[in-house]
């Protein structure tokens, strides 16, 4: 995997995101028209029972990152991680964790942003992956099993987002309308719940 020009990359971020944090629970009230969640499981559990589940959810976030790539489903994809933690000072980066590090070797620091709480730092890194990187089902493994937090997977140009959690996925598609294609196409995967939750 080629490093990821975290220059070039934060540029690109404040050009295609400028009012939004790459914290991956913020991301959808700062594109609401362009967000949309999805359950990794049926009836809108949150963890898998069985190996079964564990396929079940794999298949779904591949499903939607290969249609969020579209035709290109070969190409790069950038993964951002991050490290929390109580620390005040946001000059001094948190390394991720060794288990992260194994699945992001390519990582580079991004950024430090304060996050909830007045003494909470998030360390922000950037890595390349592929949608068929057996390190990339990994990381969404331990996403799914609430190992790990604050994933954001999008393409090296920006224009959509995916934030996986332990119960499902946010989008923030490239427009409104591939938005609602993503929604028609997995209505069977969205929550009965008003806001979409």
Known sequence: MSKVDVAKFSED????????????????????????RF????????????????????????TLLKELLGKQDDRLLVVIG??????TDLSDPVPLNDEVVELLPEASFWQTLPAEGDD???????????????????LLRMVVHDAVHFVIITNPELTWLYHPYDGGADVIAATTSARDQLKAAHADWLSDHPEGL
């Open 13 to 36: 971020w404040s050009s295609q995101w400028p009012d939004a944090r790459p914290i991956g629970y913020e991301l959808r009230s700062s594109e609401p028209k362009r967000w949309v």
């Open 39 to 62: 359950h990794s499981l049926p009836a809108s559990r949150r963890i898998p029972r069985d190996l079964a589940d564990d396929k079940e959810v794999l298949r779904r976030h591949h």
């Open 82 to 87: 991050a490290s929390p933690d109580r620390a």
């Open 120 to 138: 909470a730092q998030l360390s922000l890194y950037v890595s390349s992956a592929r949608l068929d990187d057996r390190y990339l089902d990994a």
